[in-house]
């Protein structure tokens, strides 16, 4: 299999060591996969010549009284599970992105997010771990809150390099990397429809609730739920695999809509809450099934419409499950983080968020997969793996009842930095070890085979299940 996204979506013995601040932010959509608008990013670095160990990145806290704490814990995450993994970090690059609202200009922005830095920087001293560089990107420029010499970072910021100029493109394409669009993109291809179209798939959902959650509560006609899920599902597949492919995205996701009729949608998204149907569902992962399964769950993902919102967790985390295993990590993580947003308690998101957070290798996933349900086997992989690294199995705290974005806390890559005040270059390795770090996934209490919990929306039917 390849993986054409490991270590900042490069691979092979190449070096590129990156010089400059310029150089710095140009590099970090080929670090992450993607353009991360909105985000705070963290990367950990290693060693004197500044190796880019693991990487963080969580969506920029609108309110800003919530800035320190998520700084301690961004810091903490960061720092701390590098260390769990015996590869304390010597330093940290620290990204700020975030396009300019109506009226404001990116310096604007740049001042308005300068005490999030400031506080960032903060907690990762009290690590002892200095942040060298820290950028804010905003309205195709950068400017550093670290360097002081106008020369190089001047007040009015300096404008990012033409995209494919800069030796970090030069690098990936050589190795045949793209950079995914921006996170912003990424994220509309999975969100949930609206208008007229989202009014008739919420009655649409409302009839399939009425008719398949009965026969899945009752338990006496839950494997013919299962069937005709699964039935349905394979023949909606078919459909879009013999459409012909579209090299825009969105062009591509409406003519997959089109595709699919709002009653057939809802009585797959409905019998997916059945965790066994899921678990079946979740088999499709290799070829030829692996495209055709991956455009269904998006389409299934944007059909979970209005008070259906939450529904839209079992076909995310299989979309994102497809994604990891066919070698596309952001566009998993993407689809991971969503699941985890529209509910932070379903489990098979949770472990397999983990599990890309600790770098395991799909295939071992896979083959449980084969033999195990969906979320014993992610745990049964993440257990083994913690095993394998350093002798222990990792057991997370049960989560708060409501929670922010999930950080997305990635495998250690190698990279490079900023020689002009350190002295430092900081090269991107194409390979190395590197430690992942990251929240892990908790347990929860099990439910019997086929059952699921009801949807929590007043006056309406439907049914959940969180596994």
């Keep these: 299999m390849t993986r054409d996204n490991d270590t900042a979506g490069l691979s092979g013995e190449e070096q590129v ?23 705070v990013v963290m990367i950990a670095l290693h060693g004197p010549r500044g190796r880019f160990g693991g990487r963080l990145r969580l969506g920029i806290p609108r309110v800003r009284e919530e800035w320190p704490e998520v700084s301690d814990q961004l810091a903490e995450c960061l720092i701390g ?16 992105c975030q396009e300019p609202a109506e009226g404001e200009s990116g310096r604007d922005v740049m001042e308005r997010l300068r005490p999030l830095a400031q506080r960032l920087r903060t907690a990762c001293g009290g690590f002892e771990v200095p942040v060298f560089e820290a950028l804010c990107i905003s309205g195709g420029r950068f400017w550093s809150y670290v360097c002081p010499d106008r020369r190089c970072c001047p007040p009015e910021g300096v404008p990012l390099a033409m995209p494919g100029t800069s030796v970090m493109a030069a690098a990936a394409t050589f190795a045949g990397v793209h950079v995914r669009g921006s996170l912003r993109e990424m994220e509309a291809r999975l969100a949930p429809l609206t208008g007229a179209r989202a009014e008739g798939q919420e009655r649409a959902l409302d009839m399939a609730g009425g008719r398949l959650v009965p026969k899945i509560l009752g338990g006496v006609d839950c494997a013919a739920v299962r069937e005709e899920t699964l039935g349905l599902a394979r023949r909606m597949m078919d459909r879009l695999r013999g459409a012909p492919p579209i090299a825009d995205p969105g062009a591509a996701d409406a003519r997959d809509d089109g595709l699919l009729d709002d009653e057939e949608t809802a009585s797959v998204i409905i019998g997916l809450q059945d965790r066994v149907a899921r678990d079946r569902a979740a088999q499709w992962m290799e070829e030829p099934d692996a495209e055709a399964a991956l455009r269904l769950w998006r389409a299934l993902a944007r059909r979970c419409a209005g008070s259906y919102g939450e529904h839209a967790a079992a076909p995310l985390t299989l979309a994102g499950w497809v994604a990891w295993s066919s070698g596309d990590e952001p566009s998993a993580r993407v689809a991971l983080g969503r699941a985890l947003r529209v509910d932070p308690h379903y489990l098979f998101a949770k472990l397999l968020h983990q599990a890309c957070n600790e770098g395991l290798d799909p295939e071992l996933l896979r083959q449980c997969l084969r033999r195990d349900s969906a979320d014993e086997a992610v745990h049964a992989a993440v257990h083994e793996e913690l095993r394998r690294i350093d002798g222990t199995a990792v057991t997370a705290p049960e989560p708060a009842e409501t929670a922010p974005e999930p950080a997305e806390a990635e495998p250690a890559a190698d990279g490079g930095g900023h ?18 770090s990251g929240p892990g996934a908790s347990g929860a209490r099990r439910r019997p085979e086929g059952r699921a919990r009801t949807r929590r929306r007043t006056g309406g039917r439907g049914t959940r299940s969180r596994r």
């Design 419 to 436: 020689p002009e005040r350190t002295g430092r270059r900081w090269p991107v390795r194409t390979t190395g070890p590197g430690g992942p």
């Design 17 to 39: 060591t990156l010089r400059s601040p310029a150089e710095l932010a140009d590099a970090l959509p080929y670090v992450l996969g993607f353009h991360p608008d909105d985000s």
């Design 81 to 96: 599970g590098s260390e769990r993994r015996g590869d304390r970090p010597d330093g940290i690059v620290l990204f700020l």
